[in-house]
């Protein structure tokens, strides 16, 4: 496993994270979004995946808490979950702030091509 980024000594084991959502065009092409976040990665996860972070993107969180805009907001639904798909998530990997962002996301998430 690559090395990876701690959130800091105040969180121990929580460590930061890359996670790919995606939405479609008009053309039903998908637009991938890579997202920043974080998961906690210790034994009382009890089995769960600690890189699953599909309930937080699928139900749990305001997609302007990770799209940094004013307001996303649907018909009738001025406050939408649920709005990207999830695809997966990644540990953020030392030595990615100074990469080349593109490049290393697509490295990291070879769906993007596929």
Known sequence: MAERIPV????PNQYE???LLKLYDSDGDPVYFVV???AIDDSRNRGNDPL???YYFDEHSCPTNYVNCEAIMQKHNPD???VF???RSVW?????ESSDGEEMALALF???NQ
């Open 8 to 11: 800091g000594p105040s969180h």
């Open 85 to 87: 798909d999830y695809v």
């Open 52 to 54: 699953d972070e599909s």
């Open 17 to 19: 994270t890359l996670s």
């Open 92 to 96: 953020k990997p030392i030595g990615y």
């Open 80 to 82: 939408p979950h649920g």
């Open 110 to 112: 070879p769906e993007i």
């Open 36 to 38: 920043s976040g974080s």
